[in-house]
């Protein structure tokens, strides 16, 4: 089992008791403006298909998307990972970061403490060459944390699912010295 562990913050698989607070998360309309189309998750069967998803990718890729817990009080933040964006078969192929925190979690940090780590987690454990992240032209609290992780704007587009500009952030592993004779 993949577990990662930040000062503050435990990243880790998901379990049945995620569901209700991800449900709480995923319901709220100002945590969901810059995702899809802004509209919010109908419940908790939704969320719990939504992870059962995520948890699969985890089984498919190799990597998947984190629950994200603050160490201190066991309360579940969010998430934070990665997955393939097939939603944006014009990036493809490609592994995407991306975070969704709970607003009461906004503001503090958390978010970019949990990128930076399954960052790490993409370019080091799994190898992964490259890592993008898209962002909603607008969403400016999503591209500072990008900017903190150190990816750079490589270009927009639009979400073909509901057609809001996009911003597609990228980052490269770190070239490593060739040790060949």
């Known amino acids: 089992m993949t577990l990662l562990q930040t000062p503050r913050l435990v990243l880790r698989r998901w379990r049945e008791a995620d569901v209700a607070p991800m449900t709480a998360i995923n319901s709220d309309p100002e945590v969901m403006r810059w995702i899809r189309d802004g509209s919010v998750h109908e419940g908790e069967e939704q969320t719990r298909s939504t992870i059962a998803r995520w948890e699969h990718g985890w089984e498919t890729e190799g990597f998947g998307l984190f629950a994200v817990e ?73 591209e500072r944390i990008m900017h903190k992780l150190g990816m750079r704007v490589e270009r927009g587009t639009f979400d073909p699912t509901c057609g809001r500009a996009l911003r597609i952030h990228a980052i490269d592993a770190p070239a490593t010295e060739d040790r060949s004779p």
């Open 70 to 142: 603050i160490r201190a009080t066991g309360e579940l933040a969010g998430f934070t990972g990665l997955s393939v964006p097939h939603y944006l078969p014009e990036v493809l192929p490609a592994v995407e970061i991306g975070w969704r925190l709970g607003r009461s979690f906004w503001g503090q940090g958390i978010a970019t403490e949990a990128a930076r780590a399954a960052l790490d987690f993409g370019l080091t454990d799994r190898g992964l060459e490259r890592i993008v992240s898209i962002a909603q032209v607008g969403n400016e609290a999503s």
